[in-house]
């Protein structure tokens, strides 16, 4: 199946700063990616839609100031937690739409905020 | 969000026996719906998927069944083995054109040597 990279893998950022996440296609173009957040236990629940060349669109619930999304290309979209506190912290996971064929996941990105 | 799990429910089950994981999707207009397996740790892995106008389908060792009358999706794990331990989501796509993937709350599977 096609591959999507998620970077980094875990991070660890003091409380008040900013953290960035990328998504990378590495063998499609995906005019569409996901972006979802997974708390222990729980399922992912769907947190915004990045289409490349245009604002993101968030689900009910999701504050756009605090989590934007970037999808400068057909390869990349990025997700920037701003100004991060413990709460934030969680399991963030990205997934790459090649159209005609399905939505592939990255392997998730381990958010602790301290 | 569209899918808030609390505690994920557990199923236990012996090592070489049948495995059934049940679901239930929220949207009838929904057109294509995907089972994942997910590892501690890792993003979700696909296994099977199943369109709105079939009711079954094979792959190896897996079965989805789909039951579009009461909006209800199972996987069966033929044989289960220690590997299929894991937590086990189901997701619903659609309506058509849409490509929103929408997630169960999951099921843990627990694989008893």
């Known amino acids: 199946g096609a591959v999507v990279s998620q970077h980094p893998s875990r991070v660890i950022c003091k409380s008040g700063t900013s953290v960035k996440i990328e998504c990378r296609s590495l063998d499609f173009q995906a005019t569409t990616m996901f972006w979802y957040r997974q708390f222990p236990k729980q399922s992912l629940m769907l947190m915004a839609t990045?289409?490349?060349?245009?604002?993101?669109?968030?689900e009910q619930g999701v504050e756009k100031d605090k989590f934007l999304i970037n999808h400068a290309s057909l390869t990349l979209s990025t997700l920037t937690v701003t100004s991060a506190h413990p709460e934030d912290s969680s399991f963030y996971i990205c997934?790459?739409?090649?159209?005609?064929?399905?939505?592939?996941f990255g392997q998730g990105t381990r958010l602790t905020v301290v | 969000g569209e899918s808030v799990g609390l505690h994920l429910p557990t199923l236990s089950v012996q090592e070489g026996d049948n495995s059934i994981i049940n679901c239930a999707y929220s949207n009838s207009a929904s057109d294509y719906f995907i089972w994942y397996k997910q590892e501690s740790g890792k993003g979700p892995q696909f296994i099977i998927d199943?369109?709105?106008?079939?009711d079954k389908r094979q792959g190896q060792r897996v079965t989805v069944l789909l039951n579009k009358t009461v909006k209800h999706l199972s996987l069966q794990i033929a044989a289960t083995q220690p590997g299929d331990s894991a937590v086990y989501f189901c997701?619903?796509?659609?309506?058509?054109?849409?490509?929103?993937?929408?997630f169960g709350t999951g099921t843990r599977l627990k694989v008893l040597a």
């Open positions: 990045s289409n490349e060349g245009s604002k993101a669109t968030y």
């Open positions: 997934s790459a739409l090649q159209v005609g064929v399905e939505a592939f």
């Open positions: 997701a619903e796509v659609g309506p058509s054109g849409t490509y929103k993937y929408i």
């Open positions: 199943i369109r709105s106008n079939m």
